[in-house]
């Protein structure tokens, strides 16, 4: 929970993707999607580590993910089991609200 319980940052694991919602359990349907990250159901591309490729909003770029955390204003940390098929990672994705994308910043293979 973010901003003071109105904003959820949420791993939605089956869709591959990490959204933020903000949350009014007093509207109608309990809340509204900001934005999802990654899956077949993303609002953003996703630029890769070295900038060279761009994700299309509705492509998988991490796979069952965890533990998706802000460690910064714009910098959130998860663990990636099986986004690269066979192998898991600490992966860093820096998103950029205003500008409606996202960027991998980091990755610790395992």
């Known amino acids: 929970m973010l901003e003071e319980d109105s904003v959820a940052l949420v791993s939605e694991r089956n869709l ?7 949350v009014n359990f ?4 309990g809340g509204t ?7 077949l159901y993303g609002t953003w ?3 890769s580590l070295d900038g060279a ?16 955390e802000y460690i910064s204003e714009t910098e959130i940390c998860m ?4 986004g690269l ?3 898991s ?3 860093i994705v820096d998103v950029n609200e205003s500008a409606r994308e996202a960027r991998l910043s980091w990755e610790y293979r395992l």
Do not use: M
């Open 16 to 22: 591959a993707a990490i959204s933020k919602y903000d």
């Open 26 to 29: 007093s509207a109608p349907g």
């Open 33 to 39: 999607l900001r934005w999802r990250l990654g899956g």
């Open 45 to 47: 591309p996703i630029k």
């Open 53 to 68: 490729t761009t994700y299309p909003p509705s492509e998988t770029v991490w796979a069952n993910q965890h533990n998706p």
């Open 79 to 82: 663990f990636d089991c099986t």
């Open 85 to 87: 098929g066979n192998e």
């Open 89 to 91: 990672r600490l992966l």
